[in-house]
């Protein structure tokens, strides 16, 4: 780590290098240890929420909750699962009214809105404190180099051109001297991002997984590269096969994937030492919970959706938190860690599809090799009723008409089921809140269930 921190930041900075050195030994108890951890700590969040939350309090004496009872499997389960329409309707019924002095300043996080319905909830300095500590985790359980180039690509309209930090924690949670940092706003467009990064050679880029794939297509078209390249840092979109197997081919990168939530912050990583790319939780500060519609938990390698629970927040407690969001629970790791794993990270509900017959999946539509052989530059699919599939293109030239059969061919094969499948021409395809990009999704993600 290069250079010298303030007074501030140092403090800061060795604050999270004491729970990095913690994490670092916690990784490596048994799962039943990392359970009974986490019981232990939930016991007093929710006597804490029990005591300073009013809609918490009622909530938990329905599970039959009383003051100084101690959180097992079964008052757990009782505990009933709450979205985030609640806590959007009424925001100070959830909030904590004597948050502890020890777990420091009270923050302020908003959800991208990517669902439509922007969330704000409040944390402290103590739970933060805890997400950069995992920051610092992915770095070093994936290698990273830190006085090497990071350029970041995300919504910060200040630096739409692009402007030079002194180190990394300007663009990451991240207190610590490093090298130097770059970022750029994603709305300035794939040409110029990809003229900038040239100019900067970084070694380690951090942006959308969508962002990514254009760019890559974008450096092929433009037959350069980025020849100093070592790691793709993914953030706030799934990472497929497909984008791994684009950026190696492209620039002899990697792909390493955090997954996040703007109202949970980090809850898993991905295996530094697993081939298959599987996700490790997070459990030192958040429990996860991988049920089916019911409310029961699925079993090995069946999908389900999250339900999140915050183990630090006692500003705002997180419990029984549904993200929207699914996953396929794993079994254990061989690389001896005995944190929960999640081998996969589906996605939300509305990036489901659903065919004719009534069958629900998330989609693949195996897209790349079509960049190279017809003039692509965005795709995007909208489901409108099951079984039928409107594509919007943006092309560089006018597709043919054997060019579209062979589009509509293509993706109609990736797909199970038959599919009445249109394309729709259009300009651009602007990026959503906060510069999420779906790929797919359900115009009314209920009228296709």
Same mark, same amino acid.
């Given at each position: 780590?290069?250079?010298?921190?303030?007074?501030?930041?140092?403090?800061?900075?060795? #604050?999270?290098?004491?729970?990095?050195?913690?994490?670092?030994?916690?990784? !490596?108890?048994?799962?039943?240890?990392?359970?009974?951890?986490?019981? %232990?700590?939930?016991?007093?969040?929710?006597?804490?929420?029990?005591?300073?939350?009013?809609?918490?309090?009622?909530?938990?004496?329905?599970?039959?909750? +009383?003051?100084?009872?101690?959180?097992?499997?079964?008052? !757990?389960?009782?505990?009933?699962?709450?979205?985030?329409?609640?806590?959007?309707?009424?925001?100070?019924?959830?909030?904590?009214?004597?948050?502890?002095?020890?777990?420091?300043?009270?923050?302020?996080?908003?959800?991208?809105?990517?669902?439509?319905?922007?969330?704000?909830?409040?944390?402290?300095?103590?739970?933060?404190?805890?997400?950069?500590?995992?920051?610092?985790?992915?770095?070093? !359980?994936?290698?990273? /180099?830190?006085?090497?180039?990071?350029?970041?690509?995300?919504?910060?309209?200040?630096?739409?051109?692009? $402007?030079?930090?002194?180190? !990394?924690?300007?663009?990451?949670?991240?207190?610590?001297?490093?090298?130097?940092?770059?970022?750029?706003?994603?709305?300035?467009?794939?040409?110029?991002?990809?003229?900038?990064?040239?100019?900067?050679?970084?070694?380690?880029?951090?942006?959308?997984?969508?962002?990514?794939?254009?760019?890559?297509?974008?450096?092929?078209?433009?037959?350069?590269?980025?020849? %100093?390249?070592?790691?793709?840092?993914?953030?706030?979109?799934? *990472?497929?096969?497909?984008?791994?197997?684009?950026?190696?081919? #492209?620039?002899?990168? %990697?792909?390493?994937?955090?997954?996040?939530? +703007?109202?949970?912050?980090?809850?898993?990583?991905?295996?530094?030492?697993?081939?298959?790319?599987?996700?490790? *939780?997070?459990?030192?500060?958040?429990?996860?919970?991988?049920?089916?519609?019911?409310?029961?938990?699925?079993?090995?390698?069946?999908?389900?959706?999250?339900?999140?629970? *915050?183990?630090?927040?006692?500003?705002?407690?997180?419990? +029984?938190?549904?993200?929207? /969001?699914?996953?396929?629970?794993?079994?254990?790791?061989?690389?001896?860690?005995?944190?929960?794993?999640?081998?996969?990270?589906?996605?939300? *509900?509305?990036?489901?599809?659903?065919?004719?017959?009534?069958?629900?999946?998330?989609?693949?539509?195996? &897209?790349?090799?079509?960049?190279?052989?017809?003039?692509?530059?965005?795709?995007?699919?909208?489901? &409108?009723?099951?079984? $039928?599939?409107?594509?919007?293109?943006?092309?560089?030239?006018?597709?043919?008409?054997?060019?579209?059969?062979?589009? &509509?061919?293509?993706?109609?094969?990736?797909?199970?089921?038959?599919?009445?499948?249109?394309?729709?021409?259009?300009?651009?395809?602007?990026?959503?809140?906060?510069?999420?990009? /779906?790929?797919?999704?359900?115009?009314?993600?209920?009228?296709?269930?």
């Amino acid at each position: 780590m290069s250079g010298v921190l303030d007074p501030g930041l140092a403090i800061e900075a060795h #604050r999270v290098l004491t729970l990095q050195n913690a994490l670092a030994d916690s990784q !490596w108890m048994s799962p039943d240890e990392i359970e009974a951890r986490q019981f %232990r700590e939930l016991t007093s969040l929710l006597a804490h929420a029990y005591q300073t939350v009013p809609a918490q309090r009622a909530r938990l004496e329905t599970a039959g909750y +009383r003051p100084g009872m101690a959180v097992d499997q079964d008052l !757990w389960r009782a505990i009933p699962i709450i979205g985030r329409a609640p806590l959007q309707d009424e925001p100070e019924a959830w909030r904590s009214n004597a948050v502890p002095k020890d777990h420091g300043e009270i923050l302020s996080v908003a959800s991208s809105g990517s669902t439509g319905s922007p969330l704000r909830i409040l944390g402290t300095a103590l739970d933060a404190a805890y997400s950069k500590a995992f920051t610092l985790r992915k770095l070093l !359980w994936h290698d990273i /180099d830190f006085t090497k180039t990071l350029a970041a690509i995300r919504e910060a309209r200040q630096t739409a051109l692009g $402007k030079r930090y002194q180190r !990394w924690g300007d663009l990451l949670e991240y207190p610590f001297a490093t090298g130097p940092a770059y970022g750029i706003d994603i709305h300035v467009g794939v040409e110029r991002q990809a003229q900038w990064l040239s100019h900067i050679r970084p070694e380690y880029l951090l942006a959308f997984p969508s962002n990514i794939a254009e760019l890559a297509r974008e450096f092929d078209r433009e037959a350069v590269g980025l020849d %100093r390249l070592d790691a793709v840092l993914c953030i706030a979109e799934i *990472v497929t096969p497909e984008l791994r197997a684009l950026v190696a081919e #492209r620039w002899g990168a %990697r792909c390493i994937d955090l997954y996040s939530a +703007r109202e949970c912050g980090p809850i898993s990583l991905e295996c530094p030492d697993a081939p298959d790319h599987r996700h490790h *939780v997070m459990a030192e500060r958040v429990k996860v919970e991988v049920l089916d519609a019911e409310g029961e938990p699925v079993a090995e390698g069946e999908t389900g959706r999250l339900i999140i629970s *915050v183990l630090h927040n006692y500003a705002q407690p997180m419990i +029984r938190y549904e993200i929207g /969001d699914y996953a396929v629970q794993g079994g254990l790791c061989a690389c001896g860690r005995g944190l929960p794993v999640l081998t996969q990270i589906k996605g939300r *509900v509305r990036n489901m599809l659903t065919a004719a017959n009534g069958k629900r999946f998330w989609p693949s539509f195996m &897209t790349s090799a079509l960049f190279g052989k017809l003039p692509l530059r965005q795709h995007q699919f909208v489901q &409108t009723a099951p079984g $039928k599939l409107r594509c919007k293109l943006v092309t560089t030239r006018p597709l043919t008409a054997e060019e579209e059969a062979y589009f &509509t061919t293509h993706v109609g094969d990736a797909l199970p089921g038959p599919w009445q499948i249109t394309i729709d021409h259009v300009d651009q395809i602007p990026r959503g809140p906060g510069g999420k990009y /779906d790929d797919s999704y359900a115009e009314d993600p209920m009228q296709t269930k």
